[in-house]
């Protein structure tokens, strides 16, 4: 790790990134095109809640700063980081460069609060501390929840509503992926991955990891999962905790460097981009080895589905007499992130016994937006319902996705409306078939 993120943010560095940000600002045209795409500003109708309001609180950043600093931190985070509006965008604005920038510099100035400290600087760094936290909750969690949906897999925790916020949750393993595997190294004869589970399909939806395992092993891909793989980053980079993030990001990479691998594969969307676009995107703040495999990374990172398409060159066949009607939602970090649409429909197409179907704006964001679930819950529920509503639409009995916390976004807004419909990942029902 350079010596320079071990330090606190110091002005010198705040100025420095002050500059960068007004260089990505003065592309913005302010022809507000922007508008039409952002699920906040389609509730709120605030101009402050979509880019182009953001972006004109941006410009002046360093004085809002000094005026009020937490108005500026509730204003910037009530963004979901989906990308649609960078997506949108005529001028081709770095809009999620420019909001993660903003949020470090924010966060250097007004400082993280206590709880976020704890969590992305003493829980994320040490996986045996998380998973041995995961194992007690596990133990412990049962005399708190109650069943809210069988169907589903969800919970209702009502002793913790003040914290939850009536959330429809699933429960945890006894488990973690990590914890039942250790490190992972297994032969194959078909290329080598890294396996990068990503905290939520390690710890919450083991399922989600053992089938992105079994269906490597199946085609014969030699697989290594180091057991000391930390966070991506991306909960402290969102939050502007850059320390952090480039802590756990080196961490990773030095985890990463112990076996040459040909492509770094994961199950969960979020993770995937946020390691070919964030880790990239500050590669200038790693040691000279590091950015070596940063580089090698931003184009050798993969979600399964694409792996399997586009490395492996499954040929998934269409299938025509199924009946089991299966929908598909695209995460954004996924469709907008990373391109990539075609691949996991291609797969669930190929199911045998399912039929699938699209549904309307299936690539409308979910509203999870990883703490702008936690910290914007009824907007984020709001947002949510236009999802469920295009979901029921279709009359699925599945609902698939490639994301661990759209899938989470998915079963609350699904169980809180007593819909009988399952979220899987579309892993889970192609390992299935094997
Ligand atoms: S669409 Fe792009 S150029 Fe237009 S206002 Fe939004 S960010 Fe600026
Ligand atoms: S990233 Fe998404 S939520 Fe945030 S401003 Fe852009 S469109 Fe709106």
């Known amino acids: 790790m350079s010596e320079e993120y071990q330090s606190p943010v110091t002005l010198a560095e705040l100025a420095r990134m002050l500059m960068k940000l007004d260089d990505l600002l003065i592309t913005c045209m302010r022809c507000g095109f922007c508008q039409s795409v952002c699920p906040v500003y389609g509730e709120t109708f605030r101009e402050a809640d979509v880019t182009r309001g953001k972006i004109a609180l941006l410009e002046d950043l360093a004085h809002e700063l000094t005026l009020d600093a937490d108005n500026v931190n509730d204003r910037l985070n009530r963004c979901l980081l989906c990308g649609s509006c960078e997506s949108n965008c005529p001028s081709g604005v770095k809009i999620m460069d420019i909001f993660i920038r903003a949020r ?39 005399p708190f929840l109650r069943r809210a949906s069988e169907k589903i897999g969800t919970s209702r925790a009502p002793i913790l509503n003040p914290v939850l916020g009536h959330r429809h949750i699933p429960s945890l393993p006894s488990k973690t992926f990590s914890a039942a595997h250790g490190q992972i190294a297994e032969p194959g004869t078909n290329g080598q991955v890294a396996l990068f589970p990503g905290c939520v399909p390690d710890k919450i939806f083991t399922q989600m990891s053992e089938a992105s395992l079994k269906i490597l092993k199946h085609h014969k891909v030699g697989v290594f999962m180091p057991d000391n793989l930390v966070c991506c980053g991306i909960p402290s980079l969102a939050s502007g905790d850059i320390k952090s993030f480039i802590k756990l990001t080196s961490q990773n990479l030095a985890a990463l460097a112990a076996k040459p691998f040909d492509y770094l594969v994961t199950p969960c969307a979020t993770c995937g981009s946020n390691i070919k676009e964030n880790w990239y995107r500050f590669i200038d703040r790693f040691s000279p080895a590091e950015r070596t495999l940063i580089e090698q990374l931003h184009t050798k990172t993969l979600d399964i589905t694409a792996y399997l398409v586009r490395v492996l060159k499954v040929d998934f066949k269409p299938v025509t007499n199924g009946t089991l009607a299966v929908t598909y939602h695209d995460p954004c970090h996924l ?100």
């Open 104 to 142: 470090a510099i924010v966060a250097g100035y007004r400082g993280l609060g206590a709880i976020k400290k704890l969590i992305f600087r003493t829980v994320l760094p040490r996986p045996r501390l998380f998973n041995f936290m995961i194992g007690v909750s596990s133990a412990f969690q049962w």
């Open 335 to 434: 469709k907008k992130g990373l391109g990539i649409s075609a691949e996991p429909r291609a797969i669930l197409k190929s199911l045998p016994g399912y039929k699938f179907v699209e549904m309307p704006e299936a690539d409308r964001c979910c509203g999870n937006g990883g703490s702008f679930n936690l910290f914007h819950y009824d907007l984020s529920k709001s947002i949510g319902q236009v999802k469920r509503d295009n979901i029921v639409s279709v009359k699925p009995k599945i609902v698939a996705t490639t994301c661990p916390a759209c899938t989470l976004q998915l079963m609350d807004l699904l169980s809180q409306n007593k819909d009988e419909i399952e979220v899987k990942h579309v892993a889970e029902l192609y390992a299935e078939t094997l």
